[in-house]
């Protein structure tokens, strides 16, 4: 509804009602008088000829909003109001800046991280999944530096992006890691001195999401399946939300590098993580109220 015909009817109405400057020169008082006079008239009237046409706007403006079909809600948003509150998954891209990663046949862990990053984020927005990257630069940061992005955040999951590198060059797969047990961060207090009381840390540790993730990149990509597992990373274990961190596949396997050079199958590796979050997320146990506060006497 911004085409001429509304733009036209609202300049008509800002018209001035009185003459213009060199008109009055060349009039008498008594005409003035008259201009003045018809000029007062003629302001009401185009106000009361000006709200029937506004009405019309107005009422064709609804009718279009009436009779214009809602596009057809998507798959995803669909799915996505199905899945109650979502958290925000941070992303990390392992590596960066001048700590490459893995490198071999031409290529280098941080850059594919970082790509595989991104095509993440993407699919996790059309979920309408909140989604922060620890980078989204070639830049390096510290391991407590991306497990703070996670640590400020209150409803988080944490999934670290890496690929692989063995000396047996056979070695081939997909596998993600979880943690053993959550170190709690200090709290952002601690520096006080008298204030030391940790951060509280989830319960769940991040088998689920591993879990969840490890099946659907299998699916997916028909990668040889290298299970989960738990160790002691940094990044899993500093997060006090569940995190996992994700081997995309081994660089220096001829067969490995050739698919993960290709950006159609990091598709497949986002959709599959994807897919496990969103999966996580439909099992997940609704979250415990805390308990009401008694009044004390
Ligand atoms: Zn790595």
């Given at each position: ?205 991040g088998a689920d999401l ?20 738990q160790r002691e990373l ?64």
């Amino acid at each position: 509804m911004d085409g001429p015909e509304q733009l036209d009817l609202f300049t008509r109405s800002a018209e001035p009602a009185t003459p213009s400057a060199p008109e009055m020169k060349n009039h008498s008082t008594a005409k003035l008088r008259r201009h003045r006079f018809l000029g007062k008239l003629a302001r009401p009237w185009r106000v009361q000829n000006a709200l029937p046409c506004v009405g019309l706007v107005v009422l064709a403006g609804c009718l279009t909003f009436i009779v214009a079909p809602d596009d057809e809600p998507s798959a995803e948003s669909r799915l996505a109001s199905t899945l109650g509150s979502l958290p925000t998954v941070v992303i990390d891209p392992g590596h960066g800046g001048n700590d490459d990663g893995a490198r071999s046949h031409g290529l280098r862990e941080k850059d594919l991280s970082l790509d595989l990053a991104l095509r993440v984020e993407k699919l996790l927005r059309s979920y309408s999944f909140p989604a922060v990257l620890t980078r989204r630069e070639d830049t390096f940061m510290t391991l407590p530096e991306r497990t703070a992005v996670a640590n400020r955040i209150e409803n988080a999951i944490f999934v670290s992006l890496h690929f692989n590198h063995s000396r047996d060059s056979s070695a081939t797969g997909v596998e993600t890691f979880y943690a053993t047990e959550k170190v709690p961060p200090e709290s952002s207090w601690a520096w006080v001195g008298f204030v030391s009381k940790p951060e509280p840390v989830s319960t769940d540790i991040g088998a689920d999401l591993a879990g969840y993730i490890q099946t659907a990149l299998v699916t997916r990509t028909n990668a040889a399946n290298r299970g989960i597992k738990q160790r002691e990373l940094y990044v899993v274990r500093h997060t006090r939300c569940p995190a996992v961190l994700v081997e995309g596949g081994f660089l220096n396997n001829v067969l490995d590098a050739r698919l993960i050079a290709n950006g159609e199958y990091l598709d497949r590796l986002a959709q599959a993580i994807v897919e496990g979050v969103i999966t996580y997320q439909k099992n997940r146990p609704p979250p415990v109220a805390p308990p009401p506060k008694i009044a004390a006497h």
